[in-house]
């Protein structure tokens, strides 16, 4: 038992030495190449093992012969050793330098290309995760792209609908001020309708910004769809007589919902006020309302003769306002949104505050709005 003890000892001790010159060298090398680094470790492995067999070959006083063959021993697997070391670090810088290169596709138009060399585990989740960020960059920018190219298009009309109503104030004014108007109390309407057409196309833009800002601050209360229904009916009603259109709210059941009463009713009126003035004279417009699953869906179903497919997916899009069928030009103090093409894009915004989702689906003779809200907890 001494005998082990003595020869643990001196095998230690050569190997500590080893070990202290390996940590001195793990240290210098920690910024330089990993195959480098790989190489030092199995350097300082084979000159433990070989520190510490001479010194326990010295302790044991071992003869010239029997020390030769341990140490050729030791010098053959040293050799096998350091060569797999080598090899292996080669291994790894080759895989890394091929996903090196490989990452920088990432973000670009191609996309994300895996490198083709083998990698080790560690590598190919690495690569995984370029992959998957890659694909997210992409999004990110097509989403942005589409938001810019939004704007520019919203820019672009609210210029040409600002300059409109601001040409018509301008030639009425100077009319008054010529004294050349016939009529100047009909002039008067006039101008107050214009300059609450902008006024509104202001607070749409204002409100528009908010939502997309993520400032949009919803009072939350338990309340019934019902009366929902109920308020945005009697706030449409005014407009739907004016145009000869008649309002029926069919099957609206009392499902109980938290939502800012006053967000949704303002979602509910727009949509009115499109499917109002979308729908031809003595037409129908009709809310219902109806519990599926965890939500509650509310719909608004005009007789505007149908959305072309091509463009159903864009109708929540700011700015847009569809074709010339679908978009009837605004008689002056009509109610409603701006005219701006952000009723739709407001209503989306404020739906998605909620958790909710807004879709369109045309029906026989026009199309149906639908906005789904988590219902409320028993």
Known sequence: MTDLLLIALFAGLGATGAGLLGWVAVRLLRRRSM????FCVAAVTVLAVTSGTVAVAQAMFLSGHDL???MTVLGMASVVSLLTAALLGRQVVAGSRALTAAARTVGSDTGFTA????LGLELAQLSAELAATSARLAESRARAQALDASRRELIAWI???LRTPLAGLRAMAEALEDGVAERPEHYLRRIRAEVERLTGMVDDLFELSRIQAGALSLSLSRVSVYDLVDDA???AHPLARQRGVRLEGRQVAA???EVDSREITRVLGNLLVNAIRSTPEDGVVAVSARREVDEVVLSVTDGCGGIPEQDLSRVFE???RGSTARTPRRDPGEGGDSGAGLGLAIVRG?????AGRARVHNVTGGCCFEIALPAAPA
């Open 318 to 320: 700011t700015g847009w």
């Open 35 to 38: 195959a480098l680094s790989l």
């Open 233 to 235: 009916l009697a706030g």
């Open 350 to 354: 404020i739906v998605e505050a909620h």
């Open 68 to 70: 030769g063959v341990v």
């Open 115 to 118: 490198p083709e060399h083998p």
């Open 255 to 257: 499902e109980p919902v």
């Open 159 to 161: 210029s040409h609908d």
